[in-house]
């Protein structure tokens, strides 16, 4: 099945500054990848998802990377605010045409931006 | 429209205590889906269910099982609660596209003790 990696567990970073984290996916299979955003005590928000015949997406302060050759995808947040402070997930979508889409989603990369 | 809803919000059981938790979706979606999310371990796939009537395991089924009632809802049942299985507990739909971005979207989570 599909495994998911994420680096690194824990960022921290200067209030305006860049944050990346990184992901890596082992199906070549797979063609869909969300990024989730998770506050404390909260469900995950779905924030921004590519499909694989894309290389890049935008959204404002946010956006996603896919080097499918490599199995890499990345989230780009710039201009950081404090209120970005939370847990990321990143996925990757196994979709089997009987039994629907399946996410395995990384284990998660807890961001905190400084003031 | 509530989205994906989950009861109940918070449970404490006993060992070899039985229990059902519910999950319901108002957005016509076919495919449903039950997650655990633990320390570091990101969100892990129970059950899933890619249309009403079916259901498959996911990456950590031991220990539990499911109904997929109507299209609406999803119910996961643990019968003989064990210390392992505290976690909290993560329902979501999704609309099962043909070869189209298919997003999960999250209820509000059951936080689940056993002692």
């Known amino acids: 099945g599909e495994n998911v990696e994420q680096h690194p567990s824990t960022l921290s970073v200067q209030e305006g500054d860049s944050a990346v984290i990184k992901c890596t996916y082992s199906d070549s299979a797979s063609n869909y990848f969300p990024w989730y955003k998770q506050e404390l005590g909260k469900r995950p928000q779905l924030i921004i998802d590519?499909?694989?015949?894309?290389g890049e997406k935008k959204d404002q302060r946010i956006a996603v990377t896919l080097n499918k050759t490599a199995k890499h995808f990345s989230l780009h947040i710039t201009e950081t605010q404090p209120e970005d402070s939370a847990v990321y997930f990143c996925a990757a979508s196994s979709k089997k045409k009987s039994s629907g889409d399946k996410l395995t989603f990384g284990t998660g990369t807890r961001l905190a931006v400084r003031p | 429209n509530a989205g994906v809803t989950q009861t109940p919000k918070f449970q404490v059981l006993k060992t070899g205590q039985s229990m059902t938790l519910q999950c319901a979706q108002d957005?016509?979606?076919?495919?449903m889906y039950w997650y655990r999310q633990d320390p570091g371990m990101g969100l892990r796939l129970i059950y899933y269910?890619?249309?009403?009537?079916?259901?498959d395991k996911g990456e950590v089924p031991n220990g539990y099982n499911v109904s997929r009632l109507n299209k609406r809802e999803f119910s996961l049942r643990l019968e003989s609660a064990a210390p392992s299985q505290t976690s909290v507990y993560f329902c979501a739909s999704s609309v099962t596209g043909t070869g189209g971005l298919t997003k999960q979207y999250f209820g509000p989570g059951t936080r689940l003790t056993v002692t």
């Open positions: 269910s890619a249309s009403e009537g079916t259901t």
């Open positions: 590519i499909r694989s015949n894309v």
């Open positions: 957005m016509n979606h076919n495919s």
